[in-house]
T-cell receptor, first 113, second 116 residues
Framework: GNSVTQMEGPVTLSEEAFLTINCTYTATGYPSLFWYVQYPGEGLQLLLKATKADDKGSNKGFEATYRKETTSFHLEKGSVQVSDSAVYFCALSDLRSNYQLIWGAGTKLIIKP | DAGITQSPRYKITETGRQVTLMCHQTWSHSYMFWYRQDLGHGLRLIYYSAAADITDKGEVPDGYVVSRSKTENFPLTLESATRSQTSVYFC???????????????FGPGTRLTVL
């Protein structure tokens, strides 16, 4: 079945560092891919998404490129801020999952000033 | 207010009691979802609904009951609460379009439930 694997956290970085959070997926179809973010004490919100191979999603300085050849959707940001501290979830959705989101376990990001 | 709301935000109950968590959305989204979030397990789908009066099981439905008589409401009931149901519960909704796999889910703020 479909699945999503994220790098384990927590990931701790200093402010202005480069961020990469790895996400790989297993899917038999052609899924859409998502990154959601959960700030402390809040619900999840969509950060970015990509719907087909080679698409790049971007938002708030974050980017992720849908790589079908490596089945990956790694999240990157060039210069992180303390306010980026949150838990980041990678997810996929496709017809075979009946459009339910299949979630990764989440990666906690801690940015130190 | 527009959006998706959950109530209560915090609930403490005892083993064996019935508890109902409420979810309300103002967008008239067709799909609604209930998730639980536990350390080490990420998000797990409990139940979802494609429309009023249509519900289906997710990954972890045992011990939970849902109903959806109106599009905007999707209550989750724990018929006889157990300690293992201590968790944070999130409700979400999304609209259905022709590109359903791309549709964004919108989450409520969560309900933190403690079963003693």
């Amino acid at each position: 079945g479909n699945s999503v694997t994220q790098m384990e956290g927590p990931v701790t970085l200093s402010e202005e560092a480069f961020l990469t959070i790895n996400c790989t997926y297993t899917a038999t179809g052609y899924p859409s891919l998502f990154w959601y973010v959960q700030y402390p004490g809040e619900g999840l919100q969509l950060l970015l998404k990509a719907t087909k191979a080679d698409d790049k999603g971007s938002n708030k300085g974050f980017e992720a490129t849908y790589r079908k050849e490596t089945t990956s959707f790694h999240l990157e940001k060039g210069s992180v801020q303390v306010s980026d501290s949150a838990v980041y979830f990678c997810a996929l959705s496709d017809l075979r999952s009946n459009y339910q989101l299949i979630w990764g376990a989440g990666t906690k990001l801690i940015i130190k000033p | 207010d527009a959006g998706i709301t959950q109530s209560p935000r915090y609930k403490i109950t005892e083993t064996g009691r019935q508890v109902t968590l409420m979810c309300h959305q103002t967008w008239s989204h067709s799909y609604m979802f209930w998730y639980r979030q536990d350390l080490g397990h990420g998000l797990r789908l409990i139940y979802y609904s494609a429309a009023a009066d249509i519900t289906d099981k997710g990954e972890v439905p045992d011990g939970y009951v849902v109903s959806r008589s109106k599009t905007e409401n999707f209550p989750l009931t724990l018929e006889s609460a157990t300690r293992s149901q201590t968790s944070v519960y999130f409700c979400a909704s999304k609209d259905f379009t022709s590109g359903a796999s791309t549709d964004t889910q919108y989450f409520g703020p969560g309900t933190r439930l403690t079963v003693l």
